[in-house]
Structure formats: C-alpha cells, structure tokens
C-alpha cells in the first residue's frame, strides 16, 4: 500500500477537531500505531487496540479479528471509538452501539471508508445501504458518486432509530484522490 502522507494529516486533523476531554479509545484497526503514537499516546487516559494481523505493543493491543472481539465484550469502558479500515466501516456503527450496555455519555466515531471508490465505479448502491433504506437491488443511481456524503450521512442519521442516540455533529474529510472519506461523528444519549 503506497505512503499517503495527507491522509494521515486529514485523520490527524479530523481526530483533534472532535477528540473529547478524557478520550477512552477502543482502536478496532490500529494497525502499525500511527494513530497511537501520533494523538493517542498523549491523549488519551485509556486505550485498547485491535488488530487481526499486526500490532504494535502487546500491552495495550490484542491480536485477533475486531467482529470476534466485539461479540464477546462489553465496551462500556469507552468513549472514542476508531474504525480506520480499508474497505466500508457501516457495520461497525451497529455492531458498536449495540455491544454497550447503557448509553450515559456522548460518544465519539471516527471512520475511513475506503468503499468510496464503488461510488465512482458503481450505480448501484453497496448493500449495507440497501438495507438500512429497504432499497431494491436492481435500483441504479446515475452519478451515484455526487450524493456518496448525503447517503453516508443519512446512514449515520439512522443509529437513531435503533439506538437511544442523537447525531450531534457530523464531519468529514477526504484524501487527495477523493478516493477515501474519513468520518468523526458525535452521539449524544437521548
Ligand atoms: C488502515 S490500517 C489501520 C492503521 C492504523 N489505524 C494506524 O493508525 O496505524 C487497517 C488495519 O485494519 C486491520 N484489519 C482489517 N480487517 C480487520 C478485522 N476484521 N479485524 C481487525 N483488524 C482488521 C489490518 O490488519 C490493518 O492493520
């Protein structure tokens, strides 16, 4: 994977601009610790880092697939909740909500969606949104790319309807290719 240089700088900046006081971070891709030793090191007065194939200190990391890991424990214990993947981070919004027991503080996401690329190549929509919007399959969105901020948005609008949540501020960044969108979203407890 090439070094991209302004994409670390735009998920610095992202990450600075929404980072609460006391950040608890649960890191779900933290891969080689960039994001660690660039903002969380300092930062944060809890962290935990997970990764299915690399790991950078195996006191604050574990080893092992995310999904796995969420399924089997509480996370309660955070606040900021990173999910810097390669490909469409959608589900972990869910999958993240749903494994917190009581929601009693804003909680923040930050997210990279490297499907944005299907959005340039694709009239279709990729099927996580299918389902969230009971869409057919067969439904084509010419210039489906244009509206790729208004879909993931509404997306991220529709936790409220299953999780006792309110989207307070929404975010987002792209690289310089705008081929990778990074996301910060803030959830208040309704
Ligand atoms: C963009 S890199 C993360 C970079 C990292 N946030 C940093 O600051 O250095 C994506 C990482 O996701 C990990 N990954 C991909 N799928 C995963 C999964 N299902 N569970 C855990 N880690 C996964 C990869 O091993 C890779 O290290």
């Not at 509480?74 to 993240?96: E, H, M, Q, R, T």
Request: a negative charge.
């Amino acid at each position: 994977m090439p070094k991209d240089n302004t994409a670390k700088e735009t998920k610095l900046v992202l990450r600075e601009s929404m980072l609460p006081e006391h950040p608890r971070v649960l890191d779900l891709f933290c891969g080689n610790g960039v994001m660690y030793r660039s903002l969380y090191e300092e930062r944060s007065v809890r962290y935990l880092g997970i990764d299915k194939s690399k790991i950078f200190n195996a006191e604050l990391c574990i080893k092992i697939d995310n999904e796995k890991w969420l399924l089997n424990n509480k996370i309660d214990c955070f606040n900021v909740f990173d999910i810097d993947a390669y490909s469409s981070p959608g589900k972990y919004y869910s999958l993240i909500l749903s494994r917190i027991a009581v929601i009693n503080e804003p909680l923040i996401l930050f997210s990279t969606d490297g499907a944005l690329i299907s959005f340039r190549i694709n009239t279709k929509l990729p099927c996580e949104y299918l389902i969230s919007e009971g869409i057919s399959p067969d439904f084509q969105i010419p210039g489906l790319y244009n509206y790729y901020e208004d879909i993931h948005s509404t997306y991220i609008k529709k936790l409220e309807l299953n999780y006792p949540v309110k989207v307070d501020e929404i975010k987002v960044s792209y690289n310089d290719t705008k081929t990778t969108a990074y996301w910060g979203f803030r959830l208040l407890p309704v």
